[in-house]
């Protein structure tokens, strides 16, 4: 079950009705006006989450949603997950929303206080999630890459351990580091990059939804030909950790 992860940001002036985040720079999917062109092969809504540092609502909209209600967002995070805290999550993978094929898709927000940075993350996919049980093995993976703040920046990684010869399937993930928002996989041949919400110090706890197997397989790779990683961080983070839970072939 493909899925993928697209972001949205801007440094939105305070108010008190909803106002556009705009979608960023993407390699992979279409963009028109503030949101994305939704894929017809991708054309479920299966999470969604709003950031900002004075969160107050979020709205997931599209010609399709509002033919009933567009997607309202609760919780909202009052800015990133901090030392103890839970990264949460608007997770229905398992029961997605339906949208229209090459419709736009565009996510809103309000905050109280001031003008701040906002960032809205959604993943999109096929079909209901399929869990994936186990035995999961947990590989660690460095990076040094300079983020480039607030755009998708591209990681190469090296692992820890040597991984025995085999295929392997990616069915979670943990990204860290110091200012980063978002993450998501790039696989050698799948068009799908799938991800999530990413945690900026050890001891944040991160989403159950995103580990060990509950989002199905995310993608596949030969123990030598590693994924890449595309990080979309508040800041020009130089260090990067990528923990990736994996069932062995």
Same mark, same amino acid.
């Given at each position: 079950?493909?899925?993928?992860?697209?972001?949205?940001?801007?440094?939105?002036?305070?108010?008190?009705?909803?106002?556009?985040?705009?979608?960023?720079?993407?390699?992979?999917?279409?963009?028109?006006?503030?949101?994305?062109?939704?894929?017809?092969?991708?054309?479920?809504?299966?999470?969604?989450?709003?950031?900002?540092?004075? =969160?107050?609502? =979020?709205?997931?909209?599209?010609?399709?949603?509002?033919?009933?209600?567009?997607?309202?967002?609760?919780?909202?995070?009052?800015?990133?997950?901090?030392?103890?805290?839970?990264?949460?999550?608007?997770?229905?993978?398992?029961?997605?929303?339906?949208?229209?094929?090459?419709?736009?898709?565009?996510?809103?927000?309000?905050?109280?206080? =001031?003008?701040?940075?906002?960032?809205?993350?959604?993943?999109?996919?096929?079909?209901?999630?399929?869990?994936?049980?186990?035995?999961?093995?947990?590989?660690?993976?460095?990076?040094?890459?300079?983020?480039? =703040?607030?755009?998708?920046?591209?990681?190469?990684?090296?692992?820890?351990?040597?991984?025995?010869?085999?295929?392997?399937?990616?069915?979670?993930?943990?990204?860290?580091?110091?200012?980063?928002?978002?993450?998501?996989?790039?696989?050698?041949?799948?068009?799908?990059?799938?991800?999530? &919400?990413?945690?900026?110090?050890?001891?944040?706890?991160?989403?159950?939804?995103?580990?060990?197997?509950?989002?199905?397989?995310?993608?596949?790779?030969?123990?030598?030909?590693?994924?890449?990683?595309?990080?979309?961080?508040?800041?020009?983070?130089?260090?990067?950790? &990528?923990?990736?839970?994996?069932?062995?072939?």
């Amino acid at each position: 079950m493909p899925f993928s992860t697209l972001v949205y940001y801007g440094n939105n002036a305070l108010g008190t009705t909803l106002i556009a985040v705009p979608s960023i720079t993407d390699q992979v999917y279409r963009q028109q006006g503030n949101g994305y062109i939704v894929d017809p092969t991708l054309n479920k809504l299966g999470m969604a989450q709003s950031i900002s540092a004075h =969160a107050q609502r =979020a709205q997931v909209d599209s010609p399709t949603l509002r033919q009933v209600l567009n997607k309202e967002l609760r919780p909202v995070m009052k800015g990133p997950a901090t030392g103890g805290q839970t990264v949460k999550l608007n997770w229905f993978m398992d029961n997605p929303m339906q949208l229209g094929p090459n419709e736009e898709l565009d996510f809103y927000e309000y905050h109280a206080t =001031a003008t701040e940075h906002c960032f809205g993350i959604i993943n999109l996919q096929d079909n209901p999630i399929q869990p994936t049980k186990g035995p999961f093995f947990t590989e660690f993976f460095t990076g040094t890459t300079t983020l480039v =703040a607030d755009a998708w920046t591209t990681v190469p990684l090296t692992a820890d351990q040597q991984l025995p010869p085999g295929t392997y399937d990616v069915v979670g993930a943990r990204f860290e580091s110091a200012g980063a928002i978002a993450f998501r996989l790039i696989f050698p041949g799948q068009v799908a990059r799938p991800g999530g &919400l990413a945690c900026q110090v050890p001891d944040v706890v991160d989403p159950h939804q995103q580990r060990y197997g509950e989002s199905g397989v995310w993608g596949s790779f030969v123990f030598n030909l590693f994924p890449y990683v595309e990080v979309l961080s508040d800041s020009a983070d130089t260090s990067q950790n &990528l923990f990736l839970d994996l069932i062995k072939h």
